[in-house]
Structures are given as structure tokens and as C-alpha cells.
């Protein structure tokens, strides 16, 4: 049997739903088994749609420092040094165009620049994400959107957003990137530009080809091109049931509930 030791050199990993427990987490058998797969060399990275900042928080309880691409791959930090790699943006002139497509459907938008998450209308699904995360908003009035270099949008409502998907992609999407990560939930960035696209960029500057040397875990809608393109795509059980049938070729991690990804990675590197 070929070597994965020597086959993969790195794994790249989703975040919520996918490395973290369903309380937001890093389980205590995930830590060990992240630790054991630094000590091999294996490079890591987190790619997510959350901000930067917000995925180094969680960073910060592994010994040694992940490479972060967030926002869907809009925004890439240095490993080091957190200063910004590779950023793509919305063009301002679309972001106009969709803020005046859903004013009528009385949707709560939420912009995330290079410096963090803004906001003109707080509501129950941000403050529940401060409380789960501990990463804030900073408000701003509507008009302040325009001043700002958005990598991506998030749109949320209280009812299924699938239809609104549907109209925005019809519209939109010879300009945009949209992703449905929840039932209500959308996220918007320039088109072209995804997790698979950053991290494949990121891992070779680091000579690592990623569509034959990198295993990557993914749950969302938004984590299906990573998941083609590794040289090993790994789906969550708990990803939803489309996206499964979506990836069926490929091998199914336990849920995260049940340290999923630190389970096949002990697996793999027998660790």
C-alpha cells in the first residue's frame, strides 16, 4: 500500500460543521490529533467561509499556527505575520445592483471587508453568532456599504432562501458566486473565486500540488469545489443529504459530532 505519509503533504479543512463539534469547538481528540499531524510535517490550513480573524481565534488553541484562507477564499492571511495575502472583492456597482434586487424581499445583509464584519441591521442571527463565536459586528448605516472593499456578503432570512438563490444566480451569476450554507442562509462573492481556487494558490507557492497531494474535509454547499479538486475530498456525514449524493464517489467522514475528521485522519496517517 502507497505511503499516505509520503503521498499527502497537506490537509485542508472546513471549520464549522467539519472541524469543529457542533458547540463551535475543537474536541479534545481533534487537538491531539492536529498535534500528531504537525509533528509529521503535514502542512494545515483552514478554509471557511468564516473572516480570518474570526478562524484565528480558533487557531489559537493549536501549538502551531494554521494557514488560514477565509471568506470563501476572498481573503487570505499570512501564516506569520496576518497580513493579507490575496484578496478578491465584490465590484461595487454589483453590489448596488443586489442591494436594490433584494430590498424587496426583506433580507438582513451582513458585509465582511479585510477588516472585519459590518452590519446596518442587528438581529437574532448575528447576536447568536457573537455568542457562539465571540467574533463582533460593527454596525454602520446602509449608505456606508459603498465606501467599503466587500469580499463577501451573507444574506440571511427567516424564511428558505433557496428561491431567492435561484433569482439572484439567474441574475447575477456571470458576476457573482453564491452559496447557499444553511436553508436561510446565503453567501456572496466574486465569481471565480472559491476555497478550492485560494488554497490551491496558497499550496503552491509551498510546492504542495493540491489536486495530488492535499486531503480536504468539507459539510457545505460552498466546500464542493475543494472537495472535487483534492487529491483526496473528504464529505462529513452530516453534510446535507444533496451534497452527499452530489459527491457520492467520494469517501464519507463521521459527523462532526463524532470528531469526524481527527477519526479519518488518524486513519489515514495512522496516528
Known sequence: ????????????TDLDGTLLNPQGQLSTHTLVILKKLSALGITLVFATGRHPRDAQRIAQAL?????IVGLNGSL??????????????IAQDIIADIMRFIAPYHIHLSAFDSHGWKLYEVNEMANDYVKLSGFSYLQIAPSDIFSLKINKLLLWSTNDIAPLEQRLQQQFGQYLACYRTFAQQLEIGPRGI????????LLAEKGIDF?????????GHNDTEMLRQAGLGIVMDNAPCELKMQLGTLPVAQSNADDGVAQMLQHIFKI
Open 1 to 12: 500500500m502507497e505511503d499516505h505519509i509520503l503521498k499527502y503533504k497537506a490537509v485542508v
Open 194 to 201: 472559491s476555497k478550492a481556487s485560494a488554497v490551491a494558490a
Open 211 to 219: 489536486q495530488r497531494q492535499a486531503i480536504a474535509f468539507g459539510d
Open 76 to 89: 487570505t492571511l499570512c501564516q506569520q505575520s496576518d497580513a493579507i495575502l490575496c484578496e478578491h472583492v
Open 63 to 67: 501549538e502551531q499556527r494554521p494557514h
